[in-house]
Every structure is written in C-alpha cells, then in structure tokens.
C-alpha cells in the first residue's frame, strides 16, 4: 500500500492572506509544515499542491516536491487534482497552517484502512474533545458528532449537541482538518457539486456525508496550532521558542 502526504496550500487565505508564507522561526510556515511531515517517516513522498507560484517557488527552492493547481474551493478538490495522475493508494492531506501535527496523530489516521480489509471507509480524519465552554462556542472551531462506532454523523460551527438540557455525560469535539483518503473516494469527491449544507457551513467533509460516504473520526489529544489569524502565528513562535 502505497502512502502520500500531499499539503494544500492557498496564498490568499481570507482571514489571513499570504499566511503560509510567514516566518516561523527560520522558516515560513508552509515549509516548516512541509519538513514536519517528512520527518515522520510515514510516507513514500510529500508534496505541496498550491495554485500559487510564490508557494510553489517556495517549496521547490529548498527540496520539496510541489504541484501546481488550478483554483479551487476546498482543499480536497485541489489534492485531487494534483494526485490524479500519481501512483498511490492512500492520500493523507495535512493542513499548511498546522505546523506541528506529530506522527503518532498520521500513524493513527494510517491504520484505519490497515484494519479496513472490506473498503468500507471512505477517509479517515481526527477529533479532540473541547472543555472550554468559549472553545465550544467558537464558530472557527468546527465541531463533529458521530455514532458508537465512531463514524461521523454531522460537522458543523454551530454547537452541537445543542445543549438543550445540561447532561455531564455530553461531550464536544473538535474536528482537525487532517485526513486520510483512499484515492478513488477523493477524485469521486471532486467530481460530486456541492450541497447545500456543505454550502452553509464551509465544511467539505460534509459534502462526503451527503452523497454516503463513510468517515472514521479517531480521537487524539494532540493540541497543534492551527494558524488562523495572526495572533495564532504569535501563538506557534511561542510555542516554536519554547521548544528551542
């Protein structure tokens, strides 16, 4: 089984544009992404897919492999395109702006489909549980509900459950936008038209759940830094200084 990391990498983000390409440390951010997910070791090649050439420029200048795109909405349609004509099996998509996801959160991830022998699971992807009640509420933190068998049901930036009736055994989690593909479901998804859900709430994984597919979430404990707006490019130096 042959396994990729391709990163989706967009210059003009809306809450934060030309945000890749921000220094962090020695490095921008889009490169010290690119050199964390080599480190892990877990894959046969990574690449960055972007549709920008200061992104590509960027990577290509200091060793990487990148693959230019065409504008696209979400970042599963721009992987899509760019794995379509390279061999592979599983495609795991890690975010440009969440610089220090570790390997055991992909290890993970990866052994979802080693445990899938009926190719049931579409793609795979990570959840953690939120405590802080502002957290919750945070329409930037994309929340996720799923069954006992831990097959998401819903994704939304609303609240949900709705708490209704104060319960201590409710849990909230937050969705990561880390996943893993197999690579026939990822250019189906590319050729399926968005819905109106997946529309409304600016969440491509719910464009899988309307058309059926199936989504393993796999809950972790890892806290990254996904770099939103500035004051989260404050938040990884910090954390990159405290690791120095």
């Given at each position: ?75 599963s ?12 099996d ?43 009640t502002?957290?919750i ?86 806290i ?21």
């Amino acid at each position: 089984m042959k396994i990729i990391a391709v990163i989706p990498a967009r210059y003009e983000a809306s809450r934060f544009p030309g945000k890749l390409m921000q220094i962090l440390g020695e490095k921008t951010v889009i490169s010290t992404t690119y050199q964390n997910v080599l480190e892990t070791g877990l894959f046969d090649e990574v690449f960055v897919a972007t549709d920008s050439e200061i992104i590509f420029d960027e990577i290509i200048k200091n060793g990487g492999k990148a693959v230019m795109t065409w504008q696209h909405e979400t970042g599963s349609d721009r992987i899509a395109e760019a794995v379509q004509n390279i061999d592979c099996d599983i495609v795991v998509n890690v975010q440009g702006d969440e610089p220090f996801l570790k390997t055991e959160p992909l290890q993970q991830l990866i052994s979802v489909f080693n445990d899938d022998s009926e190719e049931k699971i579409s793609l795979a992807s990570l959840k953690i549980k939120l405590k802080n009640t502002d957290e919750i509420g945070n329409p930037n933190n994309v929340k996720v509900i799923t069954d006992y068998e831990g097959f998401a049901l819903y994704f939304s930036r609303a609240v949900i459950p709705y708490p209704r009736e104060i319960h201590r055994d409710v849990e909230y989690f937050k969705h990561i936008g880390v996943y893993a593909f197999r690579k026939n479901a990822l250019l189906n998804f590319a050729k399926l038209p968005m819905k109106p859900l997946e529309i409304s709430e600016k969440i491509e994984c719910i464009r899988y759940l309307e058309y059926g597919m199936k989504i393993k979430m796999i809950e972790t404990d890892f806290i990254g830094v996904g770099i939103d707006v500035p004051e989260d490019l404050e938040k990884a130096r910090a954390i990159l200084g405290q690791q120095d």
